[in-house]
């Protein structure tokens, strides 16, 4: 078991950044390959990034690509996703999520869920 506590959501103005972190515990997280998802109301969960268990590669939707940075932190177990230059349709629910599979993209090749962290941009 993989357990996964999100945080560093919140309330930001469009143009600002935002830094979401990913504490990881339980089995060797540095085995998984980590990705962040996000939702918003009404809309299904969708994929934002990615990064190999290495953290030498990482994977972007095209919708953050140049503006979202993820990376991760093995000796600290934590995973992170820089936002920078949000904008209002960024708000969503982000989930950090635990793969056993590089490059996952979808939902169901995630075997382990955070419980969601809020950003909201304001325009």
């Known amino acids: 078991q993989v357990q996964l506590v999100e945080s560093g959501g919140g309330l930001v103005q469009a143009g600002g950044s935002l830094r979401l972190s990913c504490a990881a515990s339980?089995?060797?997280?540095?085995?998984?390959?980590p990705g962040w998802f996000r939702q918003a109301p009404g809309k299904e969960r969708v994929f934002v990034a990615a990064?190999?268990?290495?953290?030498?590669?990482?994977y972007y939707a095209d919708s953050v690509k140049g503006r979202f940075t993820i990376s991760r932190d093995n000796a600290k177990n934590t995973v992170y996703l820089q936002m920078n230059s949000l904008k209002p349709e960024d708000t969503a629910v982000y989930y950090c999520?635990?793969?056993?599979?590089?490059?996952?993209?979808?939902?169901?090749?995630?075997?382990?869920w955070g419980q969601g962290t809020q950003v909201t941009v304001s325009s």
């Open positions: 999520a635990a793969s056993e599979v590089t490059r996952a993209t979808m939902a169901y090749e995630y075997d382990y």
């Open positions: 339980g089995r060797t997280f540095s085995s998984y390959a």
């Open positions: 990064i190999s268990w290495s953290g030498g590669s990482t």
